[in-house]
């Protein structure tokens, strides 16, 4: 099942994490890369539930593109604990022009692999992704 705008497939080891991650909270974030030569998305990284948003953001490559998900927890003002699955689209002004363009031609089919994402980001430096963001986008 490729994409026909860019002829990627999505690895079935990525929907099973996105479950794992959404379903039994076994994952705190999961970084997805592209593989050119297999044409294909596959899972690059998955953080523990205990790693925090720093170790995240460092698991994103400064001048390649990545997909990733991230299970962000949080406090609302009525005091009640919540979460919300994100998905970033990581794209770094100095990556590639080409690995930019296969990537923003996959990223809607494969966040469609993705059932139950909440809100999307698209980043292109670390600033558009920090935590201030994840707490104004998340209510």
């Known amino acids: 099942m490729a994409n026909a705008a860019s002829g990627m497939a999505v690895h079935d080891d990525c929907k099973l994490r996105f479950l794992e991650l959404k379903a039994k909270r076994t994952h705190r974030f ?30 994103l490559p400064a001048d390649e593109c990545r997909y990733a998900i991230y299970d962000f927890d949080f406090v609302t003002a009525e005091n009640c604990q919540k979460s919300k699955i ?49 707490r104004s986008r998340a209510n």
């Open 30 to 59: 999961i970084v997805y890369k592209i593989e050119e030569k297999q044409k294909q998305v596959v899972v690059e990284k998955v953080g523990e539930p205990i790693q925090t948003y720093e170790e995240f953001a460092a698991s």
């Open 86 to 134: 994100f998905f970033i689209a990581w794209c770094p002004d100095i990556a590639k022009v080409r690995s930019k363009m296969i990537y923003a031609s996959s990223k809607d089919r494969f966040k469609r692999e993705l059932d139950g994402i909440q809100v999307e980001l698209q980043a292109t430096d670390p600033t558009e992704m920090d935590l201030d963001v994840f």
